[in-house]
């Protein structure tokens, strides 16, 4: 009996992970080897090396697991099985075996490129103006009368006492390549995306709550009460807009290099504002503020909050778009030699992959490219 392709992503899940279990990890490798091509045995060509191997079985896989979709199913995002064939390769990769030199492929040897993904980096920049660089081993950090990491760890060299009793701004700040949560006095928590910046007080005054942000988060909101039972406004201020909402969910991409800022609603309402229009969005929205003007779109807003569980979400975004932020997960430089390709990639992909993960999903898309490892660029020299 076939097995769902869903359940195959979910055990490529739990594989990059390392939380599968033997018998899973053995349905995962039965599964690739029923689809490989010569029972995953290397030919006797000893001028195909292990990369174009990989290569070519990746799109005899990629093949085969577009022909068991339902025909009805016109525009499947095959790009999320690059994800899952590239994890797969790590396991079949083990059992390979070899008409001629009957010698097993080792999965070290399967990792040509070493550029690995981001991960938990930031650093927080306290109201004396030192600079605390927070621990890697955590997800993130908790703000209240001190600060602690989210298992309750307080963080080293912080004392908040005068600050909280005076309160003054705070920078959460994470590099290229890093991501961090913060969890602020009221409860309102953030996930802050790679290469962003929010600034927060210690301690919200009692009638207001403003934070500041460059770059992109993640903002689940808790509702706050004056002592008349009103409740309390929480604003987002970012270049060229203000958001201002009450309890909601919702992601503002704001880097400083993009010309658009785009808040997406998840749930709740927010009113977002620039310096001529204020417009109120409704879950699954977006709001565009471009060259002073507002729009509006609907949206699927799990291409946009991707990020947050750990994913590229590559659809609905222009190429552009999903290599800004390629690059600032790998901290690459991208260069464009001949202009920006119009091809726009489909479906979604985890994070924890390494940069040959990316290098495959501009191989099926037939873009031609070269990385320099050395000086982490990423060339892009146009369509095939």
């Avoid at 174009?52 to 577009?66: F, I, P, Q, Y």
């Avoid at 001529?276 to 471009?290: E, F, R």
């Amino acid at each position: 009996m076939p097995i769902n392709t869903e359940y195959i992503e979910h055990l490529v899940f739990k594989f990059n992970t390392g939380n599968i279990s033997k018998e899973e990890l053995q349905v995962l490798t039965d599964w690739y080897n029923s689809h490989d091509d010569q029972q995953v045995v290397i030919p006797s060509r000893r001028n195909e090396s292990q990369e174009e191997v990989k290569s070519r079985m990746l799109a005899n896989l990629l093949a085969k697991v577009a022909d068991e979709q339902p025909k009805t199913i016109k525009r499947y995002p095959m790009i999320r099985w690059i994800a899952a064939a590239a994890a797969i390769f790590v396991v079949a990769l083990g059992t390979w075996t070899t008409i001629e030199y009957k010698e097993p492929v080792k999965v070290s040897e399967a990792v040509s490129v070493n550029i690995e993904p981001g991960g938990n980096k930031a650093t927080l920049t306290l109201a004396d103006g030192r600079t605390v660089k927070l621990s890697n081993t955590q997800t993130g950090i908790v703000t209240g009368k001190e600060i602690t990491y989210t298992n309750g760890v307080p963080v080293e060299n912080v004392d908040l006492d005068q600050t909280y009793n005076n309160p003054r701004l705070l920078v959460l700040q994470t590099p290229r390549g890093g991501t961090y949560k913060i969890t602020l006095e009221d409860g309102t928590q953030i996930w802050l995306n790679a290469a962003s910046t929010i600034k927060y007080p210690s301690r919200f005054a009692s009638d207001e709550r403003i934070v500041e942000l460059e770059g992109e988060a993640y903002f689940q909101v808790k509702t706050a009460y004056r002592k008349n039972g009103e409740k309390i406004p929480f604003k987002v201020i970012s270049k060229h807009q203000e958001v201002e909402v009450l309890g909601t969910q919702f992601n503002i991409n704001a880097y400083r290099e993009q010309l658009a800022i785009k808040t997406t609603l998840v749930e709740g309402k927010v009113a977002v504002s620039d310096k001529q229009d204020l417009i109120t969005l409704s879950p699954n929205q977006q709001a565009i503020v471009s060259a002073g003007k507002i729009k509006v779109k609907q949206v699927n807003v799990n291409d946009y909050i991707a990020w947050r569980d750990g994913k590229f979400g590559f659809d609905s975004k222009t190429f552009e778009e999903t290599m800004n932020e390629i690059g600032r997960w790998y901290d690459l430089d991208i260069i464009y030699e001949n202009g920006i390709p119009k091809e726009e990639l489909m479906g979604d992909a985890f994070r924890n992959q390494n940069i040959s993960l990316v290098l495959r999903l501009l191989d099926v898309a037939e873009i031609d490219y070269k990385l320099d490892v050395s000086r982490r660029k990423l060339i892009i020299k146009g369509k095939k």
